[in-house]
């Protein structure tokens, strides 16, 4: 009898699992089941840095790399133990400063090295920005403050989507509607993560306001960003994609010592396009070198690559103190410092006035602790910190 009890239990619970998931396919929830594969099955609670292989990718090619030259001082002064214990208990993977163009520390942590590539998260935010400034110097694109109904006539019927314009877009106060949470597994954002046609997700969303008059931070924006690069670079060469484009006009330029990946929603073969707000996989030395480039005013072996106006733009706040076009800021710090800034910790810094880079990419975050301006986690600052003695302990040990 209780043999008959717990098989009728089981059979039961089948049943109801199977009706769940029929029920989460036909609501449009299937990208749900590829979310459970790469988090929880691998371990995590959300996207990782390593999940590269879970999606179709491209390879963002690099030319005739360039070595970084050390500096005189390169790991002569060690992590001082407190930062060296925040960045093991947080599993980080690197933790790269270079000073005046030169590395000036560089430590990696097992099983992660120099050639290993993990995921930018929304570092990506601030390379998009980078390529649609390239784009208008290229031409592809009118203006930085072209409205975005130019490229996505989707939204021309829209009062406000036809006034909002693809600088208000980077500046995230376009009014796109959109909801970004990491954690909940039916919401627009996880599905733009794990989804299969990232495209048609964003321009599904509508416009809730006026453009220009409320920050509000969006992924979604950032991805709307990237189907216009993608129209605009299609306009003038209709097999390339936005890959190529950061390869010829930023990888190659900039001598990155690797290829890199940017992770697509589908295969190349039936339409994929790279998820510009997040993902694309490279080394801590080649990340060091986008934030390099910014410190440099745009300039890069003698040529003006980006141009200085458009840096000087992506740097100066705009509706919030903290944030201007992709980049994070805090101009009144003591050591002021502007930022690219991803999900789970993944950072490149920039500190202007000591001629500093920073690097930090890693598994997690402490998301509880903020910094002053209550935007910016408060471990940007030690790291910021920590940067700085570096380059005073070595500068006057010399």
């Known amino acids: 009898m209780f043999k008959k009890i717990i098989k009728r239990f089981a059979l039961g619970l089948l049943g109801l699992l199977a009706v769940a998931a029929f029920a989460i396919q036909i609501s449009g929830h299937g990208y749900f089941w590829k979310a459970l594969y790469g988090t929880y099955l691998q371990g995590h609670s959300t996207a990782h840095i390593d999940d590269a292989s879970n999606f179709a990718q491209r390879k963002i090619a690099t030319a005739q790399p360039l070595a970084w030259e050390r500096d005189a001082a390169f790991n002569k002064e060690p992590l001082n133990s407190a ?20 590395l000036l520390h560089e430590t990696y942590f097992s099983p992660y090295s120099e050639s290993s590539r993990t995921n930018s998260f929304s570092i990506a935010k601030t390379v998009t920005t980078m390529q649609l400034g390239l784009a208008v110097q290229q031409g592809l694109i009118s203006s930085f403050d072209t409205p975005i109904s130019q490229f996505l006539p989707e939204y021309s019927g829209n009062a406000w989507g036809a006034k909002a314009t693809i600088a208000q877009l980077s500046a995230m106060k376009a009014g796109h509607d959109w909801t970004e949470n990491y954690k909940l597994p039916f919401n627009v954002t996880t599905d733009l993560y794990y989804g299969r046609d990232a495209e048609k ?71 994929g396009m790279e998820r510009t707000y997040c993902c694309i996989f490279a080394t801590a030395r080649d990340y060091a070198k986008l934030g390099q480039l910014l410190l440099q005013d745009g300039q890069w072996g003698g040529k003006q690559l980006l141009d200085k106006a458009f840096v000087e733009r992506m740097r100066k706040p705009d509706l919030k103190p903290y944030y201007g076009h992709s980049l994070w800021m805090d ?28 690097v930090r990419l890693g598994q997690y975050r402490n998301k509880a602790l903020q910094g002053p301006n209550g935007r910016i986690p408060l471990e940007v600052y ?6 700085v003695r570096l380059a005073q302990a070595t500068t006057s040990a010399k």
């Not at 060469?237 to 890199?260: F, I, T, Y």
């Not at 030690?382 to 940067?387: G, H, I, L, N, P």
């Open 83 to 102: 930062t060296l214990s925040y960045l093991q208990q947080h599993k980080s993977a690197a933790f790269l400063v270079a000073k005046n163009g030169k």
């Open 382 to 387: 030690s790291f910021v910190d920590e940067a």
């Open 331 to 358: 101009w009144t710090y003591k050591h002021p410092f502007y930022s690219f800034q991803g999900h789970q910790g993944q950072y490149v810094i920039v500190v202007p006035s000591l001629q500093l880079v920073v």
């Open 201 to 271: 997700l964003v321009l599904g969303q509508n416009f809730e306001r006026e453009p220009g008059i409320e920050f509000e931070y969006s992924s979604g924006s950032t991805q709307l960003l990237g189907v216009i690069l993608k129209r605009a670079i299609q306009e003038k060469k209709p097999q390339s994609n936005v890959s190529e484009h950061l390869s010829q006009s930023l990888w190659q330029p900039l001598g990155m010592e690797n290829d890199a990946i940017y992770t697509l929603d589908r295969p190349s073969e039936v339409g």
